[in-house]
């Protein structure tokens, strides 16, 4: 809040943190534990909502790399093949 208020930024959002420790903003608030996340900004989570391979339920978004560590390496190579592909296009 002082940063918004000091003008400094226009507004502060959080989506993969969240992802990864639903209860973050809480537990910040309340001075639990350190201010870091457990959130690695692996993306896996983004591909787990895109392409979800293997889950029962399209559209759930879990922390990949938090429960699942097959799905986590499958991401990644997705992940990197995919902004591959991405960057040859635009180029």
Known sequence: E????RGKV????LCR????????????LEG???NA???ISCNSCIHAMIVHPGRP???????VFKH????????QEWLA?????NAVARA
């Open 2 to 5: 002082e940063i918004v208020r």
């Open 10 to 13: 226009d507004f502060i959002a």
């Open 17 to 28: 943190p969240l992802i990864s420790e639903p209860d973050l903003p809480n537990r910040w």
């Open 32 to 34: 639990r534990g350190s």
């Open 37 to 39: 996340t457990d959130c």
């Open 57 to 63: 339920e399209p559209g759930v978004v879990t922390c």
């Open 68 to 75: 699942d560590k097959p799905q986590h390496r499958m991401a």
């Open 81 to 85: 093949s995919w902004v591959e592909k």
